[in-house]
């Protein structure tokens, strides 16, 4: 049990941090919390965060663990993390769209694609090009089996027709990863095939849908009639699944990758600042109690995660506790955001950057703190997972799992 | 970073677990809880035996000398079998009260025994209501060498060969003093507790002979119960683990509206909600383990999150444990009130909740400065 970082760790936090010193100004952490959520317009924010991805991605830190014949550094995934602790600590444009799918479709390519898709992953580490994840439909989200975008055979091609929803960012993706049904006879999980999609080609309607927060980030995609050369099969077909579930297992590791210890002291200075029945709020056994308990899920997480790379750094499988992050982080930044905006007393309720405190960041994050709770998996449906796969208890009644698709409400 | 138990110290736990799992079972447990016993004299025996006791105690003293994160990875498993030993007592609280003293004659002295079992040593502290941080508010007092005034609960108290007590000296510091339990000015009264096999005393002492470990209480006591106190957050773990295999079991078989109960959301979710609570609690442990271990300057944080989340762990397992089982739950004959037990005596050994909280906001604000 060790803590500190080896020499090679340490030399590799040195190098990271004067390249980061180099390029970047350090953040003031009393007013900065970077804790990457996506709350304004992408396509405004996109910019300089992809200019910031391609400098990392051009000086050796953009694609830490991924092999360098793609591109990568050829790194290990304790280096991404310490790069991403130093990253914390500068004032740069961190992109969670990057992060989770961008890096999420190169992951996937270099597990299942071809020669020819893998040629795609060193753009798109670079962030030159942008993927999107074409899932969710309106009939099948938590039962994301139950989609019904359809791709048949003709030819050498696919030829798709249906429509996705939620997809985000797809109003700026060049490519998408897209799981469609290939065989309704079959049951539901049995009938389903991976593809790439070229997100230029015909077919392809982008609907913008507005979210709460105001900003448009997610669509609504229709196919009709699109033609996918069968090339862009990722996986075998029907085997669709299997392909999704493990994106999907990154994806929510990913969400509990996140760096919220400067949040935490911005809740801290926050509760010296304002006051609770005269006192300092700080002083207040209420607001301690509550800090205490953002702290130790905090600090629970983060150290869940260092337990998962060392594992992987020891070469053996990681645990199944990594699951638990996702869920926890997301309700912990729920919880604090809006634990902030109550010490903001009537302020709290301010938007206004010129008056609300921190420029409303707590106020924006709180909005965007809902998204985690959903994207990559609900509370209810990965609380289910831990259930039954961890746990081993039995199933909930799943009615439609075991017929033909084309037999299930019927 | 290694942030992980070595193959060394899994093999620690995988013999512990054994041994626990043939000589400590629950029958073992509930027989002593019926007998009203204190300890499990013979299981005492067998674990210094095979060295348990000596394993953070260094060799010039006796010991194995392998190191704190070797204790936490048996406090867990002794926590995981309830296991009716004064290890806590014993080690945690006065073998560590020794070390961190600093009088080597008296550590030359007792240290080898209490490595060896022959001696069982404890922590004398509580004064009743009074927070254990709070040193400046103990009314037991040593004048002349002698100690006066009352300790209420003392853990294990009844059978300990001796205390370390906390007490004011003539000049209104704080002091750590050796006393012998066995000796003049000392009346001990067992009590009744809520863990049996966490039994306490009321001990009574009338200048009582008081040897001077140490006159820097104010400095090692809240040292001492960060250290105890991730040792103890190993046991809760333990507890809090086995508590939810034992749900997760009976939710596989019991069977209610024609289905197991374990696929009913409001029980799986349930024991998804414990899990993740000892998964949180286990990961802040590994972290005070090492910072325990490796005596670093992020211990007060690191035990103050540790003990927290291993107390709320343990008390949501142990009760959630009980609702699971329904009725049978609430029984003499079955286990889970032994988990209830042990959650709530162990969320009382060393302070409080709301004191840990306030320690652990006062570590995070030094953390981010004004
Ligand atoms: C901001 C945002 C971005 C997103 N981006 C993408 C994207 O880029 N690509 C993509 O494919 N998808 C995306 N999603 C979709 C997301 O994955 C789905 O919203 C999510 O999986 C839930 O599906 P649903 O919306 O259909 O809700 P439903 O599945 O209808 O769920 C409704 C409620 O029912 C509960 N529920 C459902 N099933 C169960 C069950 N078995 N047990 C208990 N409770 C259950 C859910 O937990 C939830 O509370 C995004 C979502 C959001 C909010």
Redesign the interface.
Known sequence: ??????PE?AAFRAEARTWLSSVAAPRDTRTSFAIGQETGEFEAEFPAQRVWQQKKYDAGFGAIYFPQDVGGRGGTS?QNMTFMQEEARFDVPVTAHFMIVNRGCCSLLMKHGTPEQKALIPATLRSDLIWCQLFSEPAAGSDLAGLRTRAEKDGDDWVVNGQKIWTSNAQMADWGVLIARTDSNVPKHKGLTFFIVDMKSAGIERRPIKQLTGASNFNEVFFNDLRIPDAHRVGAVGEGWRVAVAFLSGERTNIAIKELMPL??GI??LA?QTEINGRPA?ED?EV??R???F???E??????V??M???L??GETPGP?IT?GK??LANLVQEMTAFALDLQHAAGAVMSPAFAPFDAVFQSEWFGSVIDRLGGGTD?VL??V???R????????RVDKTMPFNQVGK | MDFDFSDEQKTIRDEARKLLSARCDRHRVRKLLEDKAPYDKELWATVAENGWLGTAIAEDFGGLGLGHVSLCVIAEELGRALAPLPVSSSLYLAAEALVLSGDTTMQQELLPALASGQLIGTLALSEAMLPQHALSRLKTRVVGGQLSGIKLPVPHGQIADFAVVVAHNENGGVGLYHVDLRGPGVETQPLQTIDAAQPQARIVFRDAPARLLSADGERIVPKLLDRASVLIAFEQIGGATAALESACEYAKIRKAFGRQIGSFQAIKHKLADMYTKIEIARSNAFYAAWALEADAPELALAAAAARLAATEAFEFAAKETIQVHGGIGATWEADPHLFYRRARALGSLLDSTPVWRDRLVEELERQFAA
Not at chain 1, 1 to 6: A, P, R
Not at chain 1, 299 to 304: E, K, L, N
Not at chain 1, 390 to 397: A, H, M
Request: zero cysteines; aromatic letters at 8%; glycine letters at 10%.
């Open positions: 049990m060790d803590f500190n970082d080896t760790e304790l935490i002291g801290v200075n010296r700080i056994g301690r109690a800090i205490a308990s702290y130790i899920r600090a629970g997480v983060r150290f869940t260092q337990r790379l060392t594992a750094s020891r506790e638990i869920y926890t209810e609380k289910n831990v259930g039954e961890i746990l081993g208890l039995p199933e909930d009644i």
